[in-house]
């Protein structure tokens, strides 16, 4: 009983001991973990640190080089604002100095225009001494004819008056007429071919419209950027395209000017590009307008293989039908060369199926009539020549060439010439081909039968062919033969002094005589 009482007490001891230790040894563990936490917490902030300080270090280098390049670029502005200003305070220099000049210029044309009220004065007084004079000789002469003739002055006045009026009407009415006779004789296919090339080939009045080209910049600030550092940008670029820019005082735009009209497309895709990139400098400007002309290359020839396909012609040479394409950037009188050839050729098939002629013969004629005009800048001549020689260089066949060439003479050689002809004349006259309205089409041709039937002894006159012929009857018993010629001569000076028309026109004066008798 004792030694079971001892066990279980030695027990108890055992357990209490073990317990005791087994605490003291957990304490000892934790406070080894937490000193081993501390260490950790102790390297990592250590880290913490030295990111923190390189981080710092690196933001203080960047806000030094952002800081370089802003000054940099202060400078930059601050130079080229000096730039300006020097040209500036040139330019009102210059000003001052052209003022100075018109001053200078003003005073002396105020001198010389008091020395010529002077001199006009005396010479007015000096006259009408002499017109004093010349009455009083002229009025002693005058009693003494009259003495001898028994004629007042009136009388004999009208009678000489008269007759030279009567001579001198009839001599002037045969030398004209045998005179024109002559010059039609002469020279009237060298006259057809000249006046031909003058209407046709260019017109002063839109001279502007087809040589230049405007493009829009986003800002005036561009200007600066086209004309580059010493104007490296503006020559390279004239250069590379051969058009000439022109930077004025026009807001937020420049100019291209250039003859060739296929050049100025060039240059105008390719600075509308580099306005739009933004990067420009010589390099980028060469690669820019090498780009450009591949696409416009592109694009003439799709313009000419649509053009070839509305039309339905087959068989045409592919630099033929490339020259075809460049009419789209081709202008006459304000109407596209291109959509004026796809129309003739069009309608010259129309009328040769209605004829029973060579439709073929007659709608290629057409849709090429005007081709020489893809050269008209670069050869000399004609366009109507030009066009027959370069479709007989690409074996295009005669009667298509002569078509070509022949558009514009009154007596084309074939069928199909004439249709040619009539189709061109009927494109480009009727109402909106060339930018007219129906309201302004009637009215130039009332205008132009106004100004022909204002003459003495018109019956009637008519305007034909869309304006380009006016035909004036005349009264048989009031107008002879001579007076005939004259009035067509009369009427048609009217013509060019009042009224503005494109081209020319045609005044033909009519004069008939009929006599009926009835045998009974």
Not at 81 to 87: A, V
Not at 282 to 294: D, H, L
Not at 487 to 499: H, N, P, Y
Request: glycine fraction near 6%.
């Amino acid at each position: 009983m004792t030694s079971a009482l001892v066990a279980v007490v030695a027990v108890l001891i055992g357990l209490a001991a073990g317990a005791l230790l087994g605490f003291f040894v957990r304490r000892i563990l934790s406070r080894k973990r937490y000193e081993a936490a501390q260490a950790d917490a102790s390297r990592v902030i250590e880290e913490a640190g030295e990111q923190r300080r390189s981080i710092i270090i690196e933001a203080k280098e960047q806000a030094l080089g952002i800081r370089s390049a802003s000054e940099e670029e202060v400078r930059e502005r601050r130079s080229e604002l000096k730039r300006q200003e020097r040209r500036l305070s040139n330019r009102e220099e210059k000003l001052d100095r052209r003022s100075g000049n018109l001053d200078r210029r003003e005073r002396q044309a105020a001198e010389q225009e008091a020395f010529n009220k002077r001199r006009e004065t005396e010479l007015e007084a000096a006259k009408r001494r002499r017109e004093s004079e010349l009455e009083e000789f002229r009025a002693k002469e005058i009693e003494l004819l009259e003495g001898l003739s028994n004629l007042s002055v009136e009388d004999a006045q009208a009678e000489l008056l008269r007759r030279a009026e009567d001579d001198i009407q009839h001599e002037i009415l045969v030398r004209y007429r045998d005179h024109e006779e002559r010059a039609k004789k002469e020279a009237e296919d060298r006259a057809r071919d000249l006046v031909a090339q003058a209407v046709q080939r260019l017109a002063s009045e839109v001279v502007s419209e087809i040589t230049v080209t405007t493009v829009p910049l986003p800002s005036d600030d561009m200007k600066g950027r086209l004309i580059g550092r010493e104007g490296r940008n503006i020559r390279a670029i004239e250069r590379a395209t051969g058009v000439d820019l022109i930077v004025d005082d026009t807001p937020e735009a420049v100019t291209l000017s250039c003859f060739d009209p296929v050049r100025r497309e060039v240059a105008r895709v390719a600075l509308s590009r580099l306005i739009v990139d933004g990067r420009i400098h010589p390099a980028r400007i060469e690669e820019t307008v090498a780009r450009s002309e591949k696409e416009v290359r592109d694009n003439i020839w799709k313009s000419g293989e649509e053009a070839v396909f509305r039309t339905g012609v087959r068989g045409l040479h592919p630099e033929v039908v490339r020259l075809l394409g460049r009419l789209k950037y081709r202008f006459s009188y304000g109407e596209n060369v291109l959509l004026h050839s796809i129309e003739v050729g069009n309608l010259a098939g129309m009328i040769a199926s209605e004829m029973g002629a060579n439709v073929k013969v007659a709608k290629t004629g057409g849709l090429l009539h005007d081709i020489g005009k893809a050269l008209s800048h670069e050869v000399e001549g004609p366009h109507a020549e030009i066009g027959a020689s370069v479709a007989a260089k690409y074996n295009v066949s005669r009667a298509v060439c002569a078509c070509i060439g022949e558009h514009h003479d009154d007596q084309p050689s074939s069928v199909e010439g004439f249709i040619v002809a009539a189709a061109d004349a009927i494109s480009a006259a009727r109402p909106g081909a060339r930018s007219d309205t129906v309201e302004h089409y009637m009215k130039r041709l009332r205008a132009l039968e106004d100004v022909a039937g204002a003459f003495d002894g018109v019956e009637k006159c008519y305007a034909i062919q869309a304006g380009r012929e006016v035909r004036v009857m005349v009264k048989p018993d009031n107008v002879n033969d001579d007076m005939a010629t004259m009035m067509a001569r009369d009427i048609a000076r009217k013509v060019e002094d009042t009224l503005v028309y494109p081209g020319q026109i045609k005044v033909t004066v009519i004069r008939e005589s009929r006599k009926v008798e009835y045998a009974r």
